[in-house]
């Protein structure tokens, strides 16, 4: 069940009812002790007036009638004392105030030995009844006497103390209510601030940040996990508009030449050879177009763990040497080498892995300078098969290290002499890497760049790689 409250409504009634809870144990035991302190009193004054009667008796001979005379002179003026005064049959021997009695005790019956309250013609009372000799020659006369003592002004007392005590707890928990509610709105107002730049937060205005400086401990935390999932939106935002205005310019190129094309070879009634050479210029577009297609459909598979992949045992250094082959014409003419050492084996998807080696390699042959050798390096240890592909050539700056295996992403002009590809091939490697378990690195200086990739090692792989 929820609560239709603001957090700061929740907070001031909380305030009240601790406030009010407490002050109502508080109200409760102060009671309890007033009035445990005036049944004391009561009970002192009884046996006080015990006390007085036992010297009055003293006094006295045994005549009861003597001893009347002198408790009525001793309890004149005392309104709020009643006495009874009965011989051992329960006969009446003196009487003041007999109206402050039940009427059972009026009519002779005893009370009890202990103090005991009762309620008579709408006043209180405390009373009991002890047995008192009076002094003679031989064994004297017991008499019974029984106090009744009026204590409606301490009724009084506590209904006043109970009634302002119950004023005050009211008046304590709405003060109470309103200091939490005025202490809440306060303390929580980084989280309204927090929550106007989230209302001003959209696609245009991803880089405000929520203010770190001078935020409570409780709001620094969200604060900082806001920001920086703004951070991440705001980046992987910015990727995906880089991404689709990609997308645009490498579209536009290879349309805008089909549409040319088409255009030239409607100007005019062309022979069949000529409409066969514009047809095959096409097809070389649409060929273009559907690799980059291709490509990104594959990266958003991987990117969606839906990629379709087989496990078989793969030889790095069998596929490194069928792709040197097959490259060797396009390295032949540029006058670069291609060098394979060492061997391991792996557990893959053979087509993906030949894919990433060849992108690699292409990579490597397109932006070696003429005359160098590519490297292709396989080595493993205990847990991984590392296979490096490595060129001479134009160093890859620092600043572009981090954004190599983007999407549509180039190092720059000075790499990209030799029919650079979408930018798609090195954003497949790694996600390729990335489906078996592995990674792929770069790394560039002093002329040599050396792209790392690593994968498990298989089961039964040899240590020794000569």
């Known amino acids: 069940m ?4 603001s957090l700061t409504a929740r907070i001031a009634l909380l305030f009240a009812l601790l406030t009010a809870s407490l002050l109502v144990v508080v109200g409760a035991v102060l009671g309890r002790a007033v009035d445990a302190h005036f049944r004391e009193l009561d009970q002192h004054e009884l046996a006080g007036k015990f006390t007085l009667i036992q010297n009055l008796m003293h006094g006295s001979t045994d005549d009861a009638g003597a001893l009347g005379r002198r408790m009525a002179d001793a309890f004149a003026g005392q309104e709020t004392i009643g006495v009874l005064l009965r011989n051992s049959d329960g006969e009446r021997l003196f009487a003041i105030r007999a109206e402050h009695f039940p009427l059972a005790q009026q009519q ?9 309250m009762w309620t008579q013609n709408g006043r209180q009372f405390i009373g009991r009844e002890k047995p008192l000799r009076l002094p003679g020659a031989d064994t004297g006369q017991w008499v019974h006497v029984a106090l009744a003592l009026d204590i409606s002004h301490h009724a009084h007392f506590l209904d006043q103390v109970r009634t302002r005590l119950w004023l005050g707890i009211s008046l304590a928990a709405v003060t109470a209510a309103l200091l939490g509610w005025l202490a ?42 806001l920001n920086g999932m703004l951070t991440r939106l705001e980046s992987s935002f910015q990727r995906l508009k880089d991404f689709s205005a990609d997308i645009a310019h490498e579209l536009r190129t290879p349309i805008s030449n089909l549409m040319t094309q088409t255009q030239v070879a409607l100007s005019r009634a062309r022979s069949a ?6 047809l095959a210029s096409n097809m070389e577009e649409y060929e273009r177009i559907a690799r980059m297609v291709s490509d990104m459909l594959f990266l958003a598979q991987a ?84 296979l490096t592909v490595s060129n001479r050539g134009e160093t890859i700056v620092p600043e572009q290290l981090p954004y190599i295996f983007e999407r549509f992403h180039r190092a720059g002009a000075g790499r990209g002499k030799h029919g650079e590809g979408a930018g798609l091939g090195l954003a497949i490697c790694r996600s390729i890497a990335e489906v078996h378990g592995g990674s792929l690195t770069v790394d560039s200086a002093s002329g040599r760049t050396t792209f790392r990739l690593q994968l498990p090692r298989s089961p039964g792989t040899a240590l020794a790689t000569p």
């Open 2 to 5: 929820s609560w239709p409250f």
């Open 108 to 116: 002779g019956a005893p009370l009890p030995d202990q103090a005991t």
């Open 184 to 225: 809440a709105y306060k303390g929580l107002a980084p989280l309204r601030r927090v929550t106007a730049t989230a209302h001003r937060l959209s696609a245009e205005q991803l880089g405000e940040r929520l203010a770190e400086h001078g935020a409570p401990a409780e709001v620094l935390e969200l604060a900082k996990a």
């Open 273 to 278: 050879e000529e409409y066969r050479e514009i």
């Open 303 to 386: 990117d969606n763990g839906r990629l379709p992949r087989t496990a078989e045992t793969v030889e790095l250094a069998v596929e490194a040497q069928a792709l040197a082959e097959f490259y060797e014409a396009l390295a032949d003419e540029a006058g670069i080498g291609i060098a394979i050492t060492g061997h391991a084996t792996v557990t893959g998807d053979r087509l993906m892995l030949r894919r990433a080696l060849s992108n690699l390699l292409s990579n490597a042959l397109r932006h070696a300078e003429p005359g160098s050798t590519v490297d292709i390096a396989i080595a493993c240890d205990h847990t991984r098969v590392t």
